[in-house]
């Protein structure tokens, strides 16, 4: 049975972003209501415009506030007296320069543990009792990174990791209701996040390219991501993962870890851009 999109109520976080703005401009297409929410009042304001002012609800949302996410949930019941979808994306990675577990910055490392996993707790959380209510969805951002192996990238991978688990875990305990739950896995995209790692800066670029193939590292656009995502929710799949390449690197995701894991470790030339990066860091200072 296809998931009807028309009429619903979907809740994005990060969604001024490349690919929450991308994905809910499909799902606006299908004919759902939206919740837009991100940082910056004027940037969820700006996206809005795109759309019916009968069918968009622009808040500013920082969801490493526990308080104010809830706050958002409330208005949005206020405002269109159901919630059916909580797209759980905002997402975050290193400023500028990525960091190693010994020589990143401290506070840096939190922060990023604090948005990617607490802030998609803390939307899962504040969400959940109106989509179980409206038998609905929540759909969490997760990432290749959540099987990749993450280094330079730690509180990231580890983060993105995390959440996936955390929804299988919410994939189990919605069994005995008619909600659902999806993990969103998107390979490479075009966005501000990934600049850091695709040319923003020389060694984190300089790994990549020592680390993956060149078919792995070749980045979709956002709009591909955003109908995939949309295609899963109708679907109500349990995983959601573009592009398709990553698929049955994701299912032998056991035999690809041991053996990228083994490789990275001993492979020179990555070693050598690692050792480079350890001098730059604040933690080495
Ligand atoms: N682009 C990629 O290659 C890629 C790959 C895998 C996973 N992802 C994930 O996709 C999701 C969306 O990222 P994107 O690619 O659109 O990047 P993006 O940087 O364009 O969007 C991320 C959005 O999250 C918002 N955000 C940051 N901190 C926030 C906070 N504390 N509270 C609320 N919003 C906050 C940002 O303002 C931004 O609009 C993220 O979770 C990211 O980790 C992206």
Known sequence: MTYDLNSKVVLITGA?????????????????????????QSAVDHLAQEFDAERVLPLALDVTDADATKAVVRKTIERFERLDVAFANAGISWRGTPGTI????????????????????????????????NEGQILVTSSVYSFLNGVANAPYAASKAAVEMLTRSLQVELGGSRATASVVYPGWTATAIAKVAFGGNELATRMNETALPNFLRR???????????VMGI??????????????????LRGMFNAVTDWTLRRDER????????????PGQS
């Open 234 to 251: 109708e679907s109500r799949s349990t995983r959601i993962i573009a592009p398709g390449h990553w698929a049955p690197i994701s299912l």
């Open 16 to 40: 001024a972003g490349g690919i929450g703005a991308a994905t809910a401009r499909e799902l606006y297409a299908r004919g759902a209501s939206l919740v837009l929410t991100d940082l910056q």
């Open 102 to 133: 010994m020589g990143c910055d401290e506070q840096e490392f939190e922060h990023i543990v604090e948005v990617d996993l607490f802030g998609v707790w803390r939307t899962i959380r504040a969400a959940l009792p109106e989509v179980v209510r």
């Open 219 to 229: 980045p979709i656009q956002p709009e591909q991501m955003a109908k995939a995502i």
């Open 270 to 281: 990555f070693q050598g851009l690692l050792r480079k990066l350890e001098t730059q860091q």
